[in-house]
């Protein structure tokens, strides 16, 4: 609720109102009757009353939390508009307020609850047909036998086998087994549920080993074109998740489109697996397990424990700890498990790329950030991931590709400003670009180059995002005691490419290719050569002084 009075300049409240004559088309005052006073009406001196003003206010305050919602990739939207006006077929609740007919208003409320609650089971009626339908068409890839393993593994896992269940099955099992650990810690008997995870967890695996032969029979028959040692078993489980859903086999550009975008996601999908919160870099990630282990070291040094007595946990080693010291651990734990899985996950997506991007490479020899500038660089002018040639990270060096359009630029600089959403952006490529802070500095700084486009109008965007990039900082810094900003500074692409493949980084990534060890072996006998050539001048020249400038 708000006050009608307005605020004078100097802080002390205005006037709610003021009286205005009413005139005629001449501009004269004007009376009724006799009277002598001028007839006048009332203004108010603000609007914060009017319908308009509020549903202005309602939609801002949907476009400010929708925002919040893209950029936290929550799926969740509000709006300020009816449900008639947004086209959803549902009746509306009442509110039910303190007067007389609240009653009534309270009844048609229960009444909306209960045709809600009808709604919502018919809705889940129709999701266990749809599970049906999946284990039904899933079914005709199986031999007699599959189906009978099948069966029992659905029995044991209480869910239907398929390719969706199972995902959000292992995410359950993650988040029960962490609960259940601390509880074990803190002195409870949770034998029967940690036997009952395990054998899930057993189950799972054999579900996945299946629905990978099976997944991997299909795909050769479906896609007899597509080329197994350049996908993961994991993108080829989304191909025909989506090829199920969709009922089409994707042919041509078309499937390399699937399967770029299916990469892109992938990691995404896996990581809000473990967690909520939204992967920003793997420095940031490695300062995030320094920080829990720092809480849980200090914690656990009240009582002389250390995180190694943790790791090799008995029964009741928690209880001595008071329950607020017992909530900070458990908290500390839960935190520490999912960086831990989250890391694993990274770490086995920068791999695959690499892998495929420079099959010869030694990637051991890489630490995790350098692979990350290395993945950056791949996944912005590589997407289809094509073994990756010597000459060609030579010419990237000299000349960086340009990737997108003139067209294209403008269309990621109106997303970047706010003028457009990432739905209205055609190019899934530019889509998947604009949405990590690495590959969106280098798309920056390819519009730099771009001749079309004015400085000034790259440099309010980068301002733009550095605004946002420090909001999100103080947010992180509320969370993480420790923390150190690590913005991503602006770059262009000629330097993010020798920055991202120096000569070490080469060296690992064409460790086992023997056209670049001899080329390398060529270069080296070159710079001896020329070592050696620049000696022997150099002694000539020194004999030729020597001798009064008469050597011979």
């Given amino acids: 609720m708000l006050t009608n009075r307005p605020f004078n300049p100097d802080g002390t409240w205005g006037l709610k109102s003021k009286r205005e004559n009413i005139l005629d088309e001449n501009g004269n005052k004007t009376y009724t009757g006799n009277s002598r006073f001028p007839r006048s009406r009332k203004v108010w001196l603000v609007d914060w009353d009017k319908k308009e003003k509020i549903n202005q206010w309602r939609h801002n305050w949907a476009a400010s939390v929708n925002q919040a919602l893209e950029q936290k990739n929550i799926p969740d939207r509000?709006?300020?508009?009816?449900?008639?006006?947004?086209?959803?077929?549902?009746?509306?609740?009442?509110?039910?307020?303190?007067?007389?007919?609240?009653?009534?208003?309270?009844?048609?409320?229960?009444?909306?609850?209960?045709?809600r609650k009808a709604k919502a089971s018919y809705k889940n009626k129709q999701e266990k047909v749809i599970n049906r339908?999946?284990?039904?068409?899933?079914?005709?890839?199986?031999?007699?036998?599959?189906?009978?393993?099948?069966?029992?593994?659905?029995?044991?896992?209480?869910?239907?086998?398929?390719?969706?269940?199972?995902?959000?099955?292992?995410?359950?099992?993650?988040?029960?087994k962490n609960s259940t650990l601390i509880r074990h810690a803190v002195g409870e008997d949770v034998t029967k549920q940690l036997l009952t995870i395990n054998q899930q967890e057993s189950s799972l695996k054999k579900a996945d080993e299946l629905l990978n032969k099976i997944v991997d029979r299909t795909t050769k028959k479906l896609y007899p074109e597509l080329n197994f040692e350049q996908t993961t078993q994991a993108e080829r489980r989304e191909l025909i998740k989506e090829t199920e859903s969709?009922?089409?086999?994707?042919?041509?550009?078309?499937?390399?489109?699937?399967?770029m975008n299916i990469r892109d996601d992938l990691l995404t999908q896996q990581l809000l697996t473990f967690t909520k919160r939204p992967y920003v870099g793997f420095k940031l990630l490695m300062q995030q397990e320094k920080?829990?282990?720092i809480d849980l070291k200090y914690t656990l040094m009240i009582h002389s424990d250390s995180l190694e007595s943790l790791e090799h946990v008995d029964k009741g080693l928690l209880e001595k700890y008071s329950p607020a010291e017992q909530q900070k651990i458990t908290r500390a734990v839960k935190d520490l498990r999912t960086i831990i899985a989250v890391k694993q996950v990274i770490q086995t997506q920068y791999h695959e790329v690499l892998k495929r991007a420079f099959p010869n490479g030694d990637l051991?020899?890489?630490?995790?950030?350098?692979?990350?500038?290395?993945?950056?660089?791949?996944?912005?002018?590589?997407?289809?991931?094509?073994?990756?040639?010597?000459?060609?990270?030579?010419q990237w060096q000299e000349n960086p590709p340009r990737v997108f359009s003139t067209q294209e630029h403008q269309l990621g600089l109106a997303y970047l400003s706010g003028q457009l959403s990432l739905d209205q952006l055609e190019n899934h490529h530019l889509q998947r670009v604009l949405k990590h802070d690495g590959t969106k500095q280098i798309f920056l700084g390819e519009c730099k180059d771009d001749p079309t486009i004015k400085t000034s109008q790259i440099e309010k965007i980068r301002k733009q995002l550095k605004e946002q990039q420090a909001k999100d900082d103080q947010c992180r810094k509320a969370n993480i005691g420790h923390y150190q900003p690590l913005n991503y500074k602006p770059v262009s692409p000629d330097y993010y490419l020798k920055t991202a493949f120096s000569n070490a980084i080469m060296t690992a990534l064409y460790a086992r290719d023997e056209d670049y060890q001899r080329q390398k072996q060529a270069q080296g006998l070159k710079e001896t050569e020329w070592e050696m050539t620049k000696k022997q001048r150099q002694h000539q020249t020194r004999n030729r002084h020597e001798d009064g400038g008469m050597h011979l």
């Fill in 246 to 259: 969709e009922q089409t086999v994707f042919k041509g550009s078309e499937l390399n489109e699937r399967l």
């Fill in 291 to 293: 920080e829990a282990k």
């Fill in 364 to 394: 051991d020899d890489l630490s995790l950030v350098r692979q990350e500038q290395a993945y950056t660089a791949v996944m912005y002018y590589d997407p289809t991931l094509k073994p990756l040639k010597v000459e060609t990270m030579a």
């Fill in 133 to 176: 339908g999946h284990l039904d068409s899933l079914s005709k890839h199986l031999s007699f036998n599959e189906k009978r393993v099948v069966k029992e593994l659905s029995h044991e896992l209480k869910t239907y086998i398929s390719l969706e269940n199972l995902d959000d099955k292992r995410r359950m099992l993650f988040n029960w």
């Fill in 78 to 115: 509000i709006s300020e508009k009816s449900f008639v006006e947004q086209g959803i077929v549902d009746t509306p609740m009442q509110h039910e307020g303190i007067n007389s007919k609240r009653h009534e208003r309270k009844a048609f409320n229960q009444q909306v609850k209960n045709y």
